[in-house]
């Protein structure tokens, strides 16, 4: 009796737990941030930890007053993994975290179909300076000046792959640091880990830049899962 008792007792135990609903009730990525910048369109570029140099890249909007998941992909950052964007040095191969606009869009590719975004073709004359000696550091120079040496700049057209499509990400551009890093982008991935940027598949930036509005002021946060530089944290 006992035996029988404790049997139906387990199973209405089991038959309960598998009934049961999965947690799911920790609120959407952006409802967790310390600030998504203030529009209604938001890019997050999460990373296991600051030594990781895979993550994902999702894009959020808003809908009905809350935050949805409007598409997501596998994402790639620095060679070097990922740095507080505030302290970060040029030259390092690392990603910076923080929260960042994005200007404006580019690309040695025509912009996709349905993109309202502000987008620059790229030619034979598109560079982007890193040239810390220079007037221009940090910005896109059509032609190059003599005071932004090629050596320290990038030529854009140069990039096929990594540049068919990009979003620049604000990060160190509005008044910029010098030696703190110039040129970080959203683009379409490489062969491998990135200079510093964030990347991801082709397919996935065709439809950001599709996606993307510039009336809904969209931002990007970067960051890790957890620690100093936590994603929630920015």
């Known amino acids: 009796m006992r035996r029988s008792l404790l049997t139906a007792a387990v199973l209405l135990a089991l038959a309960g737990s598998l009934g049961a609903a999965p947690a799911s009730d920790a609120p959407p990525l952006p409802d967790r941030l310390a600030d998504t910048g203030g529009g209604t369109q938001l890019i997050t570029a999460e990373a296991p930890d600051t030594g990781s140099t895979t993550g994902t890249v999702t894009w959020w909007e808003r809908r009905g007053g809350r935050?949805?998941?409007?598409?997501?992909?596998?994402a790639r950052f620095g060679a070097n993994?990922?740095?507080?964007?505030?302290?970060r040095e040029q030259g390092t191969s690392t990603t910076p975290t923080g929260l960042y606009d994005l200007p404006?869009?580019?690309?040695?590719?025509?912009?996709?179909?349905?993109?309202?975004?502000?987008?620059?073709?790229?030619?034979?004359?598109?560079?982007?300076?890193?040239?810390?000696?220079?007037v221009a550091y940090n910005r896109w120079v059509e032609p190059r000046p003599?005071?932004?040496?090629?050596?320290?700049?990038?030529?854009?057209?140069?990039?096929?792959?990594?540049?068919?499509?990009?979003?620049?990400?604000?990060?160190n551009y509005e008044q910029p640091v010098r030696n703190r890093g110039a040129g970080i982008f959203l683009h379409v991935n490489g062969r491998g880990a990135t200079a510093g940027c964030v990347s991801v598949p082709a397919d996935a930036m065709a439809e950001i830049l599709a996606w993307a509005e510039p009336e809904r002021r969209p931002h990007i946060a970067v960051g890790t899962s957890s620690g100093p530089t936590a994603i929630t944290r920015y």
Request: aromatic share 14%.
């Open 104 to 134: 404006y869009a580019f690309g040695i590719e025509d912009a996709p179909a349905g993109t309202t975004y502000p987008y620059r073709k790229v030619n034979d004359d598109s560079w982007w300076c890193q040239d810390n000696d220079s």
């Open 67 to 74: 935050w949805a998941e409007a598409g997501s992909a596998p």
């Open 81 to 87: 993994g990922l740095a507080e964007g505030a302290t």
């Open 146 to 171: 003599s005071h932004c040496r090629a050596a320290e700049a990038e030529h854009l057209v140069s990039y096929g792959t990594q540049y068919a499509r990009a979003l620049v990400i604000g990060f």
